[in-house]
């Protein structure tokens, strides 16, 4: 009996994603659990429904910060999605999503912040909360633009087929959620020639495909693809 226990202790539990379709945050991880093909358990929480499921007590003991996505995993509780993605990197590291190289490491991480950190934020449904009805639109288009200009710049310089030369990054994982994100907010995507180009690469991916928006335990029937 005791052997049988331990036996069982030592079974790996399913990692569980929380997760919210349309959260760009949560595409990330997604997109990264696809690539490196780890099978998990998707656990909705509804953004708006409920007035927030992420307030509820229940999760806010997940996540202090009241946020999408979180993962359990390997007994630990991650929540931020570049974090996440970097724990998954240095667990299961293959396929490769941050690259061997120094300097091209860093220049994804340069990319994958200025999205996570400099556009997404000022976008995201608390903010624009904050911003008003009337003004939420202008508002979203205003602080995309501003920060795709400066990443179109940059891209021009590093890009490949994807963010850094021809390999899948973290920068990819992060920049096509966010392209949604535009779209979403009707941003006028012809400035940005090297963004359209790579997001319409990526998107042809089975992981990117897989983790869609459109695709997920709980997109609204009229957004299904």
């Given at each position: 009996?005791?052997?049988?226990?331990?036996?069982?202790?030592?079974?790996?539990?399913?990692?569980?994603?929380?997760?919210y379709?349309?959260?760009?945050?949560?595409?990330?991880v997604?997109?990264a659990?696809?690539?490196?093909?780890?099978?998990?358990?998707?656990?909705?929480?509804?953004?708006?429904?409920?007035?927030?499921?992420?307030f509820?007590e229940?999760?806010?003991?997940?996540?202090?910060?009241?946020?999408?996505?979180?993962?359990?995993i390997?007994?630990?509780?991650?929540s931020?999605?570049?974090?996440?993605?970097?724990?998954?990197?240095?667990?299961?590291?293959?396929?490769?999503?941050?690259?061997?190289d120094?300097?091209?490491?860093?220049?994804?991480?340069?990319?994958s912040?200025?999205?996570?950190?400099?556009?997404?934020?000022l976008?995201n449904?608390?903010?624009?909360?904050?911003?008003?009805?009337?003004k939420?639109l202008?508002?979203?288009?205003?602080?995309?633009?501003?920060?795709?200009?400066?990443?179109?710049?940059?891209?021009?310089?590093?890009?490949g087929?994807?963010?850094?030369?021809?390999?899948?990054?973290?920068?990819?994982?992060?920049?096509v959620?966010?392209?949604a994100?535009?779209?979403?907010?009707k941003?006028?995507?012809?400035?940005?020639?090297t963004?359209?180009?790579?997001?319409?690469?990526?998107?042809?991916?089975e992981?990117?495909?897989v983790?869609?928006?459109?695709?997920?335990?709980?997109?609204p029937?009229?957004?299904?693809?």
């Open positions: 009996m005791a052997l049988r226990k331990k036996v069982l202790h030592n079974v790996k539990k399913q990692p569980i994603l929380y997760s379709f349309r959260s760009s945050c949560s595409w990330r997604r997109i659990l696809a690539l490196k093909g780890i099978d998990y358990e998707t656990v909705p929480v509804h953004l708006i429904k409920d007035g927030g499921q992420q509820s229940k999760f806010q003991t997940l996540n202090p910060m009241k946020q999408v996505p979180t993962l359990k390997d007994g630990l509780t991650i931020q999605s570049l974090a996440i993605i970097e724990y998954l990197e240095e667990t299961r590291p293959t396929p490769r999503l941050l690259p061997q120094p300097k091209k490491r860093a220049s994804v991480r340069m990319i912040d200025l999205i996570a950190s400099g556009i997404q934020p976008q449904l608390s903010v624009l909360n904050e911003v008003g009805t009337e939420q202008s508002w979203a288009q205003k602080v995309i633009s501003s920060g795709f200009n400066a990443l179109e710049q940059i891209l021009q310089s590093t890009a087929k994807c963010c850094i030369g021809d390999e899948v990054s973290m920068a990819d994982l992060c920049l959620p966010q392209v994100n535009a779209e979403r907010f941003v006028n995507l012809n400035p940005y020639p963004i359209s180009r790579i997001n319409k690469t990526l998107l042809a991916l992981a990117f495909q983790s869609h928006p459109s695709r997920q335990p709980d997109t029937a009229e957004l299904r693809a």
